[in-house]
């Protein structure tokens, strides 16, 4: 491989931690704009930090909240009607 396809594929690998880094921030956000106490479970399963590629076992215990906290929320939004026509009534 030569030096400058090195150096493509090396700016392709930081392309995609970054990517994943900026989506984990994302993530610790949003859960928690919604639930702090989940955030900071997050927090604490990533060391005080998003954890980065390089730190499989954080990575993996802070997605691993992250996915508990997401289905606590799903699992407290009230669930839509069925769509249809009316259930009929006896009369």
Do not use: I, Y
């Given at each position: 491989m030569?030096?400058?396809a090195q150096q493509i594929a090396a700016g392709?690998?930081?392309?995609?931690?970054a990517q994943r880094q900026r989506t984990m921030e994302e993530v610790?956000?949003?859960i928690g704009e919604i639930d702090p106490a989940a955030a900071l479970r997050m927090d604490k399963?990533?060391?005080?930090r998003i954890?980065?590629?390089k730190m499989p076992a954080e990575a993996i215990?802070?997605?691993?909240e992250a996915v508990a906290s997401l289905a606590a929320i799903v699992a407290q939004q009230p669930r839509p009607r069925k769509p249809g026509?009316?259930?009929?009534?006896a009369s």
């Open positions: 030569t030096k400058e392709m690998v930081n392309e995609r931690a610790r956000r949003l399963a990533g060391s005080g954890p980065n590629a215990t802070f997605l691993a026509r009316p259930r009929k009534t």
